[in-house]
């Protein structure tokens, strides 16, 4: 097996998250471009959604994460009971998850869905690979919003459809994969290719947000429907 090192060092996140509801059971948060969801492997890397949270709610555990370049909409348990609970529901695959994402050209198709395999490479880390033998299997659909051209600083015109991105599997890195395996990387994917075109390079973050999280409230079984507006 081989021995997996991250040398990834995060920059210093001054944003704050926002919480957006809490009760004695769970915190719905927005989580800000830029920040970790766990503190890393590398022990430079402190800062991040859980090391913030446990100094307010002691206890708290993660429920599912977002990529350190993803924004949006995060759930986070105040105990273990609540959190096997909230794991069960998205190993389930009762949670649903919408995404808000800016693509790289124009896509052809106003729909549509992505069904490849995923698999991780100890060779490649951090990246994942597309992969029908030893991937697991990877589901996406998405929906355009608006196709658009973005105004580069030497005048010239960079192709870029608005979508929506609606993931019906959980694995890592799978939106900005699938994106890049149909053809139009996520702009500002810097692992993906959403870096590449001319005219992409100093995009100022990864332009993926977190923008619908919908489950079962495990304790009143009411279903909650939380929305974050996209910020890009």
Known sequence: MSTIFDSFIAPLCHDQIEILYQDDHLVLINKPTGLLSLSGKNPQ?????HHR???IYPGSTLVHRLDFGTSGLMVIARNKAINAALCQQFSQRTVTKVYSALLCGHLDD???VIDVAIAKDPALFPLMSICAIHGKPARSRYRVIDRFYHEREDQTLLPVTRVQLTPETGRTHQLRIHCQHLGHPILGCDLYGGRLLPGTER???LMLHASELHFVHPVSQE???ARHACPF
């Open 203 to 205: 995009t100022p973050r």
């Open 45 to 49: 890397n402190i800062d991040s959604v």
């Open 223 to 225: 279903k909650i429907t």
């Open 110 to 112: 106003d729909e549509g």
């Open 53 to 55: 949270l446990v100094q």
